[in-house]
């Protein structure tokens, strides 16, 4: 934390930012320059909220320099996170792709896309449950009747199951009988369900919110690993910007900016982060290049008839000839993601 | 769906219409208005035949509603509506001022606050107990611990206590000892805690989300209002764009887009929707020459001391002269707003 | 300028960024913190491009601190700039308001909109001759026969004239036959103009990029000034947000925050900065609440028939009616700006 | 309004319509197809009467434009458009890169860094000799004197120059020694400088700008094209929204939704998009994942030393590096635009 006094700022000022400093129990140091004086706070553990100081007199500017964030960085964990899930993995040499509809809607359309994932040789099944929606009048999931159809497609093809908390309860529930706890971005910042994954044991995957800026998602995956549960796997997924040709803008240099502060594993997402089927493909593909860990893919045995998010599924030959097309440019960059942390981190 | 009833219906024709409703499967929420009444139907998610409500007695019309939302609407209601807390109002032709700290952190400080607000006239105290905060490693609110001091707050100067509620938990606690229950902006699309504020007999103040758009935010208070609770204000917070000169970028305009829409009261918070205290007052003056219906204001004994958001908040002798100035404009421009809705749904 | 190395940073990652400094002109100021060093830079007249430190080995974060702005602030010029066009002015205690129709279209429609704007007491007539429209395929305006029509109108009414230079033989040409040259939201950075509008005698009106940053503006101001012409009006017009019910979203919090940095005046286009007629009086009322010097306000005789930018147009008697409101507003508001800008200075 | 001529047209038939179109007042464009030639038509504000060309001999089909551009679109042109600059390609099946540094500061820079691309097998050269600057206090370029360096890279090594103009003058000298023109994000709605550069015969290099909607960015191409000049390469560089961990947010997306549209290349700037040089190579592997037609790089043999945007610069080994493994990505990818583009217009 960094005080800049203005250049008329009376010594009296100066010392009154120092008495302020030392009340709250901190160490103050006056550099003064040339032209101005700037103030630097040292013996803070946590952050201190550096506002306070914007409105007194003779302040100029405040500048904050210690990152908020402790267990998410690689000065705390210089490995990368690789998270099991079972016999499955995320964040090793492997791309995990978790693919499967928007919403169990039947054990038919279930089965069906379950069949096709299975076959891809994707390890996990995307399957919600419950429906965070925008409008109180739309199909909001099949809800607690799902699970029987989701506990039959575990058993019979052995994938692992990422599914959407929406509130507290809904915790418990996955963690009876689900794999994955997946944030939504709706909820990234929702602190009370953050921090009830947080005393989970299954693994979080924690979406991006719509406007989150980096350091407010790393902070959400703080607030998970704070309670003890270091299992979480970062998720881009569109941010809202004024361009309307997608859904949301897709922010793929997330992915290096992670990987440049964070141990933890990160994953694309093209299906929200575009809302549009004919752009999955090309962006799963750049997904991949730019050094991802794996995908979430939005799939329907018939997309034109779900009941949600329809215009971003992907019909099952399509997904098909997605997963031949990313593991070709994995094949190629496979080795470089790794080279690009040792270039960060020098 | 929408059905409007003649103005000169019975009792019993609204009573009659109601029931064909609920026989069909759906929710029922007459709003009776000065002239006619309007019953909105909820609960279908296909089309509804509105033929059959046609022909029963005193249904004047049956309008199919495009727009995905329905009981926030003028169509539905075109009165304004009135909120009352008791004997203070929000949203008639006074202008309402809601004043107080970022968060309760101690009984002097909010006393010394609460004692200001009072002596300026306004009815609401902002007073939050839980504080939603970006890092786990920042003060989270007093908790429970706060409510006491509240009470004691409402005791002695008669306010109307505005508290925020983070999870389900929290409204019960509100339902106990508060007035207002706030939805923040990290939650506008936390549908379980929307559903929850929406099955509560007190009224709910909701803030935009940080990337909502009008229709989503107007979505989040048809969520309350499908639940059954139809006192519901807007609070415009500002919005997350690439402006850095402001915490957030504050959407005047969304003010007269709403009046044009739905008969809901809507305030203005320059506090939250600037950051700095030296922009509150020049933003609040702009806020009430828009037309809103009040303000939501942030005081604080000793902003530089304040334990969360100190750079946003107004000293005692600020916030006086503030009052004094969003009073004096509102002065001039209370006949306005209801002309502009005049001009607006001729 | 203030480099913040590494906790693990080398003592020799730390002499190379030394070197750098030196070797580029500045002096180096190494200051060893508990877990890290910061390096100071000083000794910069202009300022410094910092971010070729960012990638050398070492390095965290690179910090600037002096702005890179003079001529436009309040430490070059305490008192507040009054631009004079004749015996008009914009700056001082009068409100200024700039009205006409987008553009030039006929004889008869210029007429009939000067004689109103001249009856409200209005000095200013926004007049433009060349239109940058989106589409090549639309109205460009009429282009230089307008200027018999501006001529005969400066004459009759004594009304000084705006009119937007698209490129630099326009300046050319309202040098010849106007008062005021507009530089437009796409043009704010077209550096070539605004080096060409710093050379000529009249008053420039910058508006806001529709991107623009607060310091981006400023630097565009900054190019006029830097050619020796200082009477610049700046002018917010709204900036490009994910909002889709206003054309653009109007950053009123740009005018106290200029205020505090900078001496030359500031008005509010709610035209363009909403782009739909009912919300235009509101933004008005709003922009003098705020504490700007003038507005610009679009106004047509006949607004259906307007030949671009139709719906923001107000019809005559919207206008008078916009007039008298904005002139109740400033004068319960006179005094305040003035009072603003001396708390913000303190 | 789109003419479209049967398979089997005589030159004489196509001939006859254009003569038609222009004898009425408009401009054709006539543009040979594999199979068929479609004529444009452009210049009319209102709408056309398209019956008129109904029963000319040789037509096939005249179909009014609903979308407000015509010459970008696949409608009037189903092929690809090949740029050929002498005998470089942009928009078949190689892959075409644009690398060199920010701008030309000296000869030894120049030279280091041609040498470098030269042996990396690219084709052309980036090389800046006027840089529109936020501040008018920073490097602006050496002018002028950058040509002679220019041109004796061109005699030594062959490359293909990309330069940047900055106004009207600066494309009559890059007509005399340079072989792309440049028109920057600044520029995207100068349109002045657009309808010049539609008037050159050189192949025109248009960057989005940084608020710019896809509609906007393809009718700035669209101004270019109108004037006669069909050799258009679009680049995406980032757009600004609120997100601060780059410079600006890449938007990939554009690529396939300009696919589906229009048949112009497409490259991408990580350089620009980014902002910083160790994200670049990522995004550059991402952009040709994704389907671009080539990348523009920025280089430098020293960027810690470079005048302008030395944080975002690659040294020439990092740069090696990206080619290859582009290339890589490029050699598994190299079918798949094509085939996205088929499924897109089915």
């Not at 215009?311 to 098909?320: G, H, P, R, V």
Request: with cysteine; aromatic share 6%.
């Amino acid at each position: 934390m960094l005080i800049v006094m203005k250049p008329n700022a009376a010594a009296g000022d100066i010392d009154a930012v120092i008495k302020v400093i030392e009340a709250i129990g901190f160490r103050a140091h006056a550099m003064p320059g040339a032209t101005r004086t700037a103030i630097g706070i040292t013996g803070n553990e946590g952050p201190v909220d550096g506002r306070r100081f914007e409105n007194l007199p003779g302040v100029a500017e405040v500048i904050r320099v210690t990152k908020p964030y402790k267990l998410i960085t690689l000065d705390l964990r210089p490995d990368k996170t690789v998270v099991r899930v079972g016999d499955a993995t995320i964040g090793d040499s492997g791309l995990a792709i978790i693919a499967g509809p928007c919403a169990i809607e039947s054990r038919d359309q279930a089965f069906a896309v379950a069949k096709a994932v299975k076959q891809s040789g994707t390890r996990f099944f995307r399957a919600c449950v419950w429906k965070p929606r925008t409008s109180p009048y739309t199909f909001q999931g099949l809800g607690e009747k799902a699970w029987e159809i989701i506990t039959a497609i575990r058993e019979q093809f052995g994938l692992k199951v990422v599914t959407e908390a929406v509130d507290e309860s809904h915790v418990d529930l996955i963690e009876k009988y689900g794999d994955v706890i997946q944030i939504g971005a709706r909820n990234m910042q929702n602190f009370s369900l953050l921090k009830r994954a947080g005393r989970s044991k299954l693994p979080v995957l924690l979406k991006r919110g719509m406007a989150a800026t980096l350091e407010e998602w790393l902070l959400a995956a703080e607030y998970i690993m704070a309670e003890g549960n270091y299992n979480v796997i970062l998720c881009e997924r569109g941010v809202r910007t004024f361009a309307q040709h997608t859904r949301n803008t897709l922010d793929l240099a997330s992915v290096p900016a992670i990987r440049r502060i964070s141990h933890l594993p990160v994953i694309v997402d093209p299906s929200h982060g575009t809302g549009t089927a004919y752009m999955v493909t090309p962006l799963a593909r750049a997904g991949v290049a730019v050094g991802a860990d794996g995908l979430m893919i939005e799939v329907h045995n018939q997309p034109e008839l779900a009941l949600s998010d329809s215009a971003q599924a992907l019909t099952l030959s399509e997904y098909a000839q997605l997963i031949e097309e990313v593991r070709a440019i994995r094949d190629v960059t496979a080795p470089l993601p790794a080279m690009a942390r040792k270039k960060a981190s020098s």
